[in-house]
């Protein structure tokens, strides 16, 4: 794909609209938060899973530059389409109101008609999709041409007669999209020449392989699934929701959120991960999910073993444990699995410090360090939003983080964080980021909330009422002196 006559890989992330503990409501201030972030750790490329998104996403996608795979549906059928009437009986209304509504964007660079439906024969017409989607092709040529068109396959139902080749509805597409199935691209593409791909859904227990692998002049892109944690599809209780994300559900990163900014960007990334514990690990549409236990803290037990993964771009890299190194091991760039990912040998675990030093052609291009928290002494409070419109909408993020006297948030404290605000805004959500707690997102009141830390942190999330002026949130935790941050509204 090419824009502007520069070829540009699709980098991207396919989510839910939902907005973490704000839940379905499409706030423009929270949507914009999150693909900042995103942009920030080298996305350029969100697909609308699975349903069109808001018309603020879409406003905010032009204005930061991010590239959309506009997508209408889930499964042509009653169950996927609202449950009111036949989806049969919609499309034909559905499809003009979509096409008028996002043609004019020019964040929009793909139509998509729907996702992982091939597998079901009880589609309209009875033949896997092949004769629906010709229609919803004619109909959708009539408001937009200039853009191609596609469907996201399931991993599973290939051909009927043979699964060496693809279904039948692929060959209807302009461009093939698979979901997970990147290893298919080159058997397809050496029988099928013209054939264009978009891996529409990447797995990210398989980041590496399915950034790495692909052929850049047959794949437009790829788009991971789920990479921000969000509330439904859990593997389990008490999970509440899906924990594959290298973002949490409150938007903070995971480690591994910096292998991805290694494979997105050319910026030098390194990165520490202490692999905590195993992770969970479950099939989910054939596909192997392996949940991420890496923390990037420096608060462990004396004498504990631990195991350590740097995640870098660089040719190697260097680790020293309180000044002391632990050697150097070059980055594995010709194994997919193991590429910007450095395991070094376990040791044994002294409090204080943590250093990654990152090369390339010999040359120090980055560091990072990790610390030993002492005792939380204190709270601080992080705001996300300087400019906060007193419209009765805008968001402002506050992360709490219960810190030593140095500043560093101590990583040990779990207790509850109490917060109260007065004046012109009100609580909407608090959040910590853990999937498995069992309380609850919206607050007791507008004025007031309570959520467990976790590893040191919450996040409490405001919104303004329609009158300007100041706005005072007042946070306390057991032990730690009440904190009183001033903001206001204009």
């Given at each position: 794909m090419k824009i502007n006559g520069e070829k540009v890989l699709l980098k991207g992330i396919a989510n839910h609209h939902t907005l973490g503990a704000l839940g379905a409501a499409a706030?423009?201030?929270?949507?914009?938060?999150?693909?900042?972030?995103?942009?920030?750790?080298?996305?350029n490329h969100v697909r609308t899973s699975h349903n069109p998104y808001s018309v603020d996403f879409l406003n905010i996608c032009d204005s930061l530059g991010i590239v959309v795979v506009d997508e209408l549906y889930d499964k042509w059928l009653r169950d996927f389409s609202g449950g009111r009437a036949e989806w049969a009986a919609q499309w034909q209304t559905d499809l003009p109101e979509w096409a008028r509504r996002d043609r004019s964007h020019?964040?929009?660079?793909?139509?998509?008609?729907?996702?992982?439906?091939?597998?079901?024969?009880?589609?309209?017409?009875?033949?896997?999709?092949?004769?629906?989607?010709r229609l919803l092709r004619q109909l959708m040529e009539r408001y937009d041409s200039t853009r191609p068109y596609t469907v996201a396959m399931h991993p599973r139902y290939r051909d009927l007669q043979t699964d060496s080749l693809p279904a039948p509805l692929v060959h209807e597409t302009d461009v093939a999209?698979?979901?997970?199935?990147?290893?298919?691209?080159?058997?397809?593409?050496?029988?099928?020449?013209?054939?264009?791909?978009?891996?529409?859904?990447?797995?990210?227990?398989?980041?590496?392989?399915n950034f790495f692998e692909p052929d850049s002049t047959k794949v437009i892109g790829l788009a991971y699934w789920g990479l921000i944690d969000y509330l439904g599809e859990s593997a389990g209780w008490p999970a509440k929701g899906w924990t594959q994300g290298v973002f949490d559900l409150s938007l903070k990163p995971k480690p591994d959120a910096w292998l991805l900014k290694s494979l997105f960007t050319s910026e030098a990334v390194v990165h520490i991960a202490i692999n905590d514990k195993a992770g969970e690990s479950y099939v989910w549409n054939d596909e192997l999910m392996n949940a991420s236990a890496q923390v990037d803290h420096f608060n462990f037990n004396p004498g504990d073993s631990i195991d350590v993964t740097v995640?870098?771009?660089?040719?190697?890299?260097?680790?020293?444990?309180?000044?002391?190194?632990?050697g150097k091991i070059a980055n594995p760039i010709d194994d997919?699995?193991?590429?910007?990912?450095?395991?070094?040998?376990?040791?044994?675990?002294k409090p204080g410090r943590?250093?990654?030093?990152?090369?390339?052609?010999?040359?120090?291009v980055a560091e990072h360090e990790i610390k030993t928290a002492g005792k939380a002494t204190r709270l601080v409070a992080e705001p996300d939003n300087p400019d906060w419109k007193a419209d009765g909408l805008d968001i402002q993020h506050i992360r709490l983080r219960v810190t030593d006297s140095k500043g560093l948030s101590d990583p040990t404290f779990n207790l509850p964080v109490e917060v109260s605000v007065s004046g012109e805004a009100e609580i909407v959500a608090v959040d910590n980021g853990d999937m498995y707690s069992d309380e609850l997102h919206s607050p007791?009141?507008?004025?007031?909330?309570?959520r467990r830390a976790r590893r040191g942190e919450i996040l409490v999330i405001l919104r303004s009422t329609p009158s300007a002026g100041e706005v005072t949130l007042t946070a306390a935790a057991p032990g730690i002196k009440k904190l009183v941050t001033k903001l206001s509204t204009r």
């Open positions: 706030y423009p201030r929270a949507i914009e938060k999150r693909l900042k972030l995103l942009k920030e750790f080298g996305v020019p964040s929009v660079v793909l139509w998509s008609f729907g996702n992982e439906l091939q597998g079901y024969n009880n589609l309209p017409f009875n033949d896997w999709g092949v004769t629906t989607y999209s698979y979901n997970y199935r990147y290893m298919y691209f080159p058997g397809d593409s050496r029988r099928f020449p013209h054939m264009k791909f978009y891996q529409s859904e990447a797995s990210r227990s398989a980041m590496g392989p995640f870098t771009n660089a040719d190697e890299v260097e680790l020293f444990h309180n000044g002391r190194s632990l997919t699995y193991r590429r910007n990912k450095i395991d070094f040998p376990k040791f044994l675990y943590l250093k990654a030093t990152a090369y390339k052609e010999g040359r120090k007791s009141s507008p004025s007031s909330a309570s």
